[in-house]
C-alpha cells in the first residue's frame, strides 16, 4: 500500500479526485435500449442518432438526444455517406441503364461550359468528346451558341471522325 495522499496522487495522474470516489454505473435498462437503438439502427440505415430518438421516444423510451448520442457513438455506429447520383440515358421499357461506350466513336457528349471575361461579359463553351477514350474533339467559343451552332459543330465532327453510334447531351437549358 502507497502512503501517498489522494491529493498528490491524482496530481501526478493528471486525473481530477473526483474520479476517484464516486464508481460510474450504467443504468438497469441501458442493454435493452441499446439492442432497440441498433435495431433501429439497422432498419433505417439513413437515419442519424437525431431521428432514432425521435423513434425511440415514439415507441416509449424516455431518452434525451445526448443519451442516444452517447450509445450511438460508443457503439461506432455512422450514416454512410450518399453515394453519388450517376446520369442516366432512359430506355423506352422504363428501365433506366447508362450507355457504356465500348469503343472510339461509340459515344460522343456535348455540354455547354460558361465563363466571365474580366468586365463581367459571358462566354459560352461547346465542348465535344469522345467518352471512350475521353478526348476532346471541339470546343467552339462565343458570346451566343445556339441550335445552328451545335448543329454545325457535330456535322463538322461527323464529316472529319465519321458518324458515332450515339451522341449524348445532358438536355439542360
Same mark, same amino acid.
Not at 468528346?129 to 467559343?141: G, M, W
Given at each position: 500500500?502507497?502512503t501517498?495522499?489522494?491529493?498528490?496522487?491524482?496530481?501526478a495522474l493528471?486525473?481530477?479526485?473526483?474520479?476517484?470516489?464516486k464508481?460510474?454505473?450504467?443504468?438497469d435498462?441501458?442493454?435493452?435500449?441499446?439492442?432497440d437503438?441498433?435495431?433501429?439502427?439497422?432498419?433505417?440505415?439513413?437515419?442519424?442518432?437525431?431521428k432514432?430518438?425521435?423513434?425511440?421516444?415514439?415507441?416509449g423510451?424516455?431518452?434525451?438526444?445526448?443519451?442516444v448520442?452517447r450509445?450511438?457513438?460508443q457503439?461506432g455506429?455512422?450514416?454512410?455517406? $450518399?453515394?453519388?447520383r450517376?446520369?442516366?440515358?432512359w430506355?423506352? *421499357? /422504363?428501365?433506366? &441503364? =447508362? %450507355?457504356?461506350p465500348?469503343h472510339?466513336n461509340?459515344? $460522343?457528349?456535348?455540354d455547354f461550359?460558361?465563363?466571365?471575361?474580366? *468586365? /463581367?461579359?459571358? &462566354? =459560352? %463553351?461547346?465542348n465535344?468528346?469522345?467518352?471512350?477514350?475521353r478526348?476532346?474533339l471541339?470546343?467552339?467559343?462565343?458570346r451566343?451558341?445556339?441550335?445552328?451552332?451545335?448543329?454545325?459543330?457535330?456535322?463538322?465532327?461527323?464529316?472529319?471522325?465519321?458518324?458515332?453510334?450515339?451522341?449524348r447531351?445532358?438536355?439542360?437549358?
Amino acid at each position: 500500500m502507497l502512503t501517498v495522499s489522494e491529493r498528490r496522487a491524482c496530481r501526478a495522474l493528471g486525473q481530477h479526485r473526483s474520479t476517484q470516489r464516486k464508481v460510474p454505473r450504467g443504468r438497469d435498462d441501458e442493454a435493452a435500449l441499446l439492442a432497440d437503438l441498433v435495431e433501429l439502427a439497422r432498419r433505417y440505415g439513413r437515419y442519424g442518432y437525431r431521428k432514432i430518438a425521435a423513434l425511440l421516444r415514439a415507441a416509449g423510451w424516455l431518452v434525451n438526444d445526448k443519451r442516444v448520442e452517447r450509445l450511438w457513438r460508443q457503439e461506432g455506429l455512422k450514416v454512410p455517406a $450518399r453515394q453519388p447520383r450517376k446520369g442516366r440515358l432512359w430506355d423506352g *421499357d /422504363g428501365s433506366c &441503364v =447508362r %450507355l457504356r461506350p465500348e469503343h472510339r466513336n461509340h459515344v $460522343r457528349s456535348y455540354d455547354f461550359v460558361e465563363a466571365r471575361t474580366h *468586365d /463581367g461579359r459571358k &462566354v =459560352r %463553351l461547346l465542348n465535344v468528346i469522345d467518352e471512350f477514350t475521353r478526348e476532346c474533339l471541339a470546343i467552339r467559343v462565343a458570346r451566343k451558341l445556339k441550335a445552328p451552332d451545335v448543329v454545325d459543330v457535330l456535322s463538322d465532327l461527323f464529316i472529319l471522325r465519321g458518324v458515332p453510334a450515339h451522341v449524348r447531351s445532358d438536355n439542360g437549358p
